[in-house]
């Protein structure tokens, strides 16, 4: 059984429903990510996934989909 927590990265560059579809999209395409949610008003994406996902393999791909991403951490 996996053990599961929530990340908050902050992506500032965000500003539309496209950035938001496909940052969603890309994340939850990771191995252990079991969801996304891209807040586009707060600028931030919430992401729940296995401990084990690397938190940079997470930016990485937000990244990859043309944001930069701001910061990031863990949310109890």
């Known amino acids: 059984m996996s053990v599961m927590t929530r990340s908050r990265f902050a992506v500032p560059d965000m500003v539309c429903d496209r950035g938001k579809v496909a940052v969603e999209t890309a994340v939850r395409a990771l191995p ?35 944001y930069e991403v701001g910061g990031l951490g863990e949310v109890a």
């Not at 008003?41 to 393999?57: I, S």
């Open 32 to 66: 252990g990510v079991r969801a996304a949610l891209a807040d586009v008003r707060g600028k931030v994406v919430t992401v729940e996934h296995d401990v084990r996902t690397p938190l940079a393999a997470i930016a990485e791909a937000i990244a990859a989909e043309g």
